[in-house]
């Protein structure tokens, strides 16, 4: 049996353990969940913002309850627990608001296709498995769940085994919103029960967020069952300072984008790619700031940085360090984990990276920097480029023709200028390359799961034009 389990990163300590669902529970979560699909399609998008904004309702109302079983769970520090659970309130209201016009009809060109009218109408596909990570356990789940339940499809849950709280409190705020039951489940099973639960065809689809590993399995079950998937998976993003840039301000940043989560999150700047002109003073003042994090008790508002999630990310984080160290890496600051109970480590900046490392071109999941000295812009693109991820990046430059050229240049799904790498409910989110395809967020992220349906009416038809009616 899979082992799903609370076990606080902090201590180590085992809190709370769950058996995971037989082959029967499983199949009676996916019957209730393609009931629920026929039940709330035929509700309107009304009464289904009604609904999700009771969810929000009650997120606010338990965020420090909510915060806090994050935080016992996989380690982030209360007051980011507590932040990503506003954060999931707004993302529901915002989905419940603008709904009505991502759903509504869309008028073509009926002339040019011979038509008396011609539109495009959005609706749902049905039973959508949702299989999600630890590290931001409420906030990845929303980002799906807010814009799937408001299009009308219903969602299977398969989170992260050592999140199981979190999963199971999310499945009961929108039971107590008034979601049909069924409308979200979430199933309490390993990642081997995904083959079964994809293979039903009453799941019509599935979204996944973590490893390469993961998004090629599962994309290899939905390939041979021929059903769409939305895949976020690693990144190893860019953060590149150029000459002209606010140097104190880049390193400011820098310091929340490499360790905001405790440095476990896809779209952190993990290559910190600098300019020689202004590496010395970027990286003097980024080794500091970094040196200065509280690293310590995850609910104490003081701490910085808690602990990584579990002891094999410690120990592989550590691995990937030392290797760099015993190829000839500099560590301007941290590089050794403390004594003690508790999966932590500290804030690190290596520099004097090579190709031979494994730092150079893999992930690095925790608060591990690396620093790159470039000479040109062109060798900066070459080195941001120059991996197998796509996900997020980051260029710092008051230059207005270099700002359009990173937006251009950066072979990423998100470009951000100035500013840190986030998700915001307004923008699409997703990567390319080995990141990923597919979008999360803002109206492209609703209609992932939608069929996107062409009408063409020719004469002889009623007079009613296209957008009456809103899936």
Known sequence: MPHIATTNPATGQVLKTYEAMSTEQLDDAIERADLAFHQLRETTVDKRAQWMNAAADL??????????????????????????????????????????????????????????????????????????????????????????????????????????????????????????????????????????????????????????????????????????????????????VMPSADVDRAAEVATTARCQNNGQSCIAAKRFIVHTDVFDAFAEKFAANMAALRVGDPMDPNTDVGPLASERGRDEVHAQVRDAVDNGATVLCGGEPPTGDGWFYPPTVVTDLTP????????????????????????????????????????????????????????????????????????????????GYGRELSALGMREFCNTKTVWVGEGAASAGAGAHAE
């Open 59 to 240: 997120l606010d109302a338990e965020r420090d309850e909510i915060a806090r079983i994050m935080t016992t769970e996989m380690g982030k520090t209360y007051v980011a627990a507590q932040a990503e659970v506003t954060k999931c309130g707004t993302a529901a209201r915002f989905y419940a608001d603008k709904a009505p016009a991502f759903l509504a009809d869309e008028p073509a060109d009926a002339p040019a296709v011979k038509a008396t009218r011609a539109f495009v109408r959005y609706q749902p596909i049905g039973v959508v498995l949702a299989v999600m990570p630890w590290n931001f356990p409420l906030w990845q789940v929303m980002r799906f769940a807010a814009p799937a339940l408001m299009a009308g499809n219903t969602g299977l849950l398969k989170h992260a085994s050592n999140v199981p709280q979190t999963a199971l409190l999310l499945e009961d705020v929108f039971r107590r919103a008034g979601f049909p039951e069924g409308a979200f489940t979430t199933v309490l099973v390993g990642s081997d029960a995904v083959d079964h639960i994809l293979s039903d065809p009453r799941v019509r689809a599935a979204t996944l967020t973590g490893s390469e590993p993961a998004g090629r399995s599962i994309a290899q079950i939905a390939g041979r069952e021929l059903k769409k998937t939305v895949l976020e998976l690693g990144g190893s993003d860019p953060f590149v």
């Open 356 to 435: 031979q490392m494994r730092m150079w071109s893999e992930e690095v999941f925790g608060p591990v920097a690396g620093l790159f000295r470039v000479s040109s812009y062109e060798e900066a693109i070459e080195v941001a480029n120059g991996t197998s991820f796509g996900l997020g990046s980051n260029a710092w430059t008051r230059d207005p023709a270099e700002q359009e050229r990173f937006a251009t240049d950066l072979d990423a799904g998100n470009v951000f200028v100035n500013g840190m790498t986030t998700s915001y409910p307004e923008l699409p989110f997703g990567g390319v390359k080995n990141s």
